[in-house]
């Protein structure tokens, strides 16, 4: 029991050090800035796809939208395969007003979309996102991404690509 208590008060300590709220926030942030980053994890790669509506003609909604900054993903671009770990690197534009990186979502689609922006908000600047290796789970992968500019004009754009197993 004793060693318990030490290290959650040295963990409560460094987190203080860190300015970081709870441990579990201390854990996202130590996670975060190594190399072992799963920006999509394998319990949620495992999760039901976005199911496809079989109406010709329909646009998912807010699939893809140019109204705000340019979104430009670099790698991994749309329908490329790739080994772990990835790297990302997305350029963001601005047209007429400057590009609001606090108004960025970043969501893996699925039946229920799941919302990462946290685990990559380490990793954004106003001119983009790049994380140098990420750790993702093989398979396909669709990643929307969401961001705004200072008027408040919005784009998303959504990227399809596949992690190769890491054996192979």
């Given at each position: 029991?004793?060693?318990?208590?030490?290290?959650?008060?040295?963990?409560?300590?460094?987190?203080s050090i860190l300015n970081v709220g709870t441990i579990g926030e201390l854990a996202i942030a130590m996670v975060g800035k190594g190399q072992d980053l799963w920006l999509i994890t394998p319990k949620?790669?495992?999760?039901?796809?976005?199911?496809?509506?079989?109406?010709?003609?329909?646009?998912?909604?807010a699939a893809e939208s140019e109204m705000?900054?340019?979104?430009?993903?670099?790698?991994p671009t749309q329908g490329a395969s790739a080994k772990p770990p990835v790297e990302i690197d997305i350029k963001f534009v601005a047209k007429?007003?400057?590009?609001?990186?606090?108004?960025?979502?970043?969501?893996v689609v699925k039946l229920i979309n799941i919302d990462i922006t946290?685990?990559?908000?380490?990793?954004?600047t106003a001119s983009g996102i790049h994380v140098p290796a990420a750790q993702l789970p093989s398979g396909k992968h669709t990643v929307r991404i969401s961001i705004a500019d200072q008027d408040g004009l919005r784009s998303?754009?959504?990227?399809?690509?596949?992690?190769?197993?890491?054996?192979?």
């Open positions: 029991m004793g060693r318990v208590m030490v290290i959650i008060i040295s963990l409560a300590v460094l987190g949620e790669a495992a999760m039901a796809p976005a199911k496809e509506s079989g109406l010709e003609g329909e646009i998912p909604v705000g900054p340019k979104i430009e993903v670099i790698k007429s007003s400057p590009v609001d990186p606090a108004s960025l979502t970043v969501s946290d685990r990559v908000r380490t990793y954004v998303v754009k959504d990227v399809t690509f596949e992690v190769l197993d890491s054996k192979s």
